[in-house]
């Protein structure tokens, strides 16, 4: 617990928050079905992991990253309901994941994928081909790597 602010540590460490003395759960005034009451039984419900990142300082306040990271997939999703096979779709989902990956290891996705398809029409069809994923390729050419 070291590892975050002293004020925010005590107000995680404290007991559940209580909005009645000595009630156990929330009636929110009397309406125990409302969307109040459903929000504070749902962060009662899940206050353990809702205070995980207080214990473990590389563990991220937030998932902006993660949200960030997504929201290709999820503009993308109405156009692949537009995708003629499955193919076509997984082979989108492919690139998708092969860019983002190239975002995760600060590769440049141009330099990567301009290295990627020259060097692949050389191989045999059963080669290895793990050097050639983005966090491989990061650490062969340093040169490539994307302005952070």
């Known amino acids: 617990m070291s590892f975050r602010n002293a004020p925010t540590c005590s107000l995680f460490i404290a007991p559940r928050f209580q909005f ?9 005034g009397g309406l125990p079905e409302s969307l109040l ?3 504070i039984s749902y962060t009662r419900n899940q206050w ?3 205070s995980r990142y207080v214990s473990d300082g590389r563990a991220p306040v937030d998932n902006n990253v993660i949200e960030r990271d997504i929201r290709p ?3 993308g999703r109405n156009s692949w309901m537009f995708s003629d096979t499955v193919a076509g779709a997984k082979a ?8 983002l990956t190239c975002r995760a290891c600060n590769v440049e996705p141009y330099a990567y994928l301009l ?3 020259t060097e692949l029409p050389q191989r045999s069809p059963d080669a290895d081909v793990t050097d050639l994923l983005p966090f491989n390729f990061a650490k062969l050419l340093p040169a ?4 952070v």
């Open 73 to 75: 997939f999820c503009t």
């Open 144 to 147: 490539a790597r994307h302005p």
């Open 48 to 50: 353990e992991y809702l």
């Open 115 to 117: 290295h990627v398809l």
């Open 37 to 39: 009451s459903r929000a």
């Open 20 to 28: 009645y003395p000595g009630d156990n759960h929330c009636d929110a």
């Open 92 to 99: 989108s989902a492919m690139v998708y994941s092969l860019m």
